[in-house]
């Protein structure tokens, strides 16, 4: 991967500037990203054009450059130690974040990556104490709209206490290949989907259920969060939404296992499942026939759940062994 640093647009005339435009697409065609690390400060880039050549030319011979998208190069001194590890990283922005409760975030990151499937995840990083130290994160935004986290503070965590702590502005990086397998393509034909969520868990499932695929493929769909208590149920609002929007097609039960539950179903995700409280509350009974889960979040929770409903013959999902139960786990 070759980076290049920004380039630098002062008082160009209209010849001088169609040519830095056309060498930026020639560049870009060539697939070398204009954007990246530098220790030089930051300047405009250019990011992204519409149309082709012709298309781009005024009746006066000029080129219009209304259809260019500038965009600004977050870029600050990194260290010589960090810059020889972040390869395959876009320097991003945090645009907006969003607080649920003390340490429980969603950071809206403006940076370039690679196209997407719900459910996948990239690496975030941070240089701290001259190290460069990332770990991986789930996307809860749908493809194409800006990228969005969905953060718990992890108190001796190495990354998420800094994390939770940016404010508009800030720089993170962004690894610019997504990853994973916890895609609706992994699983099988079935009409009813559950997604299965405790904590911070709800992220992959959230850039699923703002996109079109899981609405074209499921007859029904339900959403069950387990959080400690109601302050964490995050996004319920949104959640509650959907299921107005998809009247009879998607449920959404809430659970709090830690003090007053409100109108959630107290106690935990795999008690409601070994009692029936949750299928009934979500109006939808779990059958091998016709049900395919999702289950991301806390280890145990997933461990306990998949025990629970062997006992009812749906197993893990295997490509050479297809089951009922695709996990991830996130915590």
Known sequence: MVTTRPLTLRSYTSSAMENVF?????????????????????????????????????????????????????????????RGVMNGFEQGRVAARRDWAPGLITLTVDAAIEPFNPGQFVNLGLELGGQFVRRSYSIASAPGAPLEFYLKEVPAGALTPQLTRLEPGASVWVERKPQGFFTLAYVPPCRELWLVATGTGLGPFLAMLRSAEIWQRFERVSVVHGARSVAHLSYAEELAALGAKHTGRLSYTQLVSAGSPGSALPGRVTTAFADGSLEARAGLTLDPERSHLLLCGNPDMILEVT??????????????????ITSEKYW
């Open 22 to 82: 056309w060498q930026a697409v020639h560049v870009m065609g060539n697939g070398i990203r204009t954007s990246g690390y530098t220790d030089q400060p930051a300047a405009p880039q250019i990011w992204a054009f519409r149309g082709a050549r012709g298309a781009a030319s005024s009746a006066g011979g000029g080129t219009n450059f209304q259809g260019l998208c500038f965009r600004p190069a977050y870029t600050r001194s990194v260290s010589a130690t960090v």
């Open 307 to 324: 025990a629970v409903l062997a006992l009812r013959g749906l197993r893990k999902h295997r490509i050479r062994t297809p089951g009922h």
